[in-house]
Nanobody
Framework: QVQLVESGGGVVQPGWSLRLSCTAS????????VGWYRQVPGKQRELVAR???????VYADSAKGRFTISMDNPKNTVYLQIDTLKPEDTAVYYC????????????????WGQGTQVTVSS
């Protein structure tokens, strides 16, 4: 069974930086197209950044310039660096793995983490 666990959220002041981590555990050979999404109460979950199947980063317009997604493949960990945090970045941030190849050669789909809260407030 594959699990995604996010960490790194917290309460920070405007202008600070955070690095969120998402580690996948289980019988994993490779993760494809992993990404980060965020959600605020009353709104739909929205894309922040993700990798394409070919491994190129893609950012939402609202995330360009201050957000950086990166991947440590041997550790099955994806990171989201957020710089110059703004109050409007306050949300629960979720990690998503849409496609996973397992060590047994199976393909599994659409895993989500439990989310990590980021609160930006002075």
């Amino acid at each position: 069974q594959v699990q995604l666990v996010e960490s790194g959220g917290g309460v920070v002041q405007p202008g600070w930086s955070l690095r969120l981590s998402c580690t996948a555990s289980g019988s994993i050979f490779k993760l494809y197209a992993v990404g980060w999404y965020r959600q605020v109460p009353g709104k739909q979950r929205e894309l922040v950044a993700r990798f394409t199947g070919a491994g190129s980063p893609v950012y939402a317009d609202s995330a360009k310039g201050r957000f950086t997604i990166s991947m440590d493949n041997p550790k099955n960990t994806v990171y989201l660096q957020i710089d110059t945090l703004k109050p409007e970045d306050t949300a629960v941030y979720y990690c998503n793995a849409p496609t996973i190849q397992t060590l047994e050669g199976r393909w599994e789909y659409d895993y989500w983490g439990q989310g990590t809260q980021v609160t930006v407030s002075s």
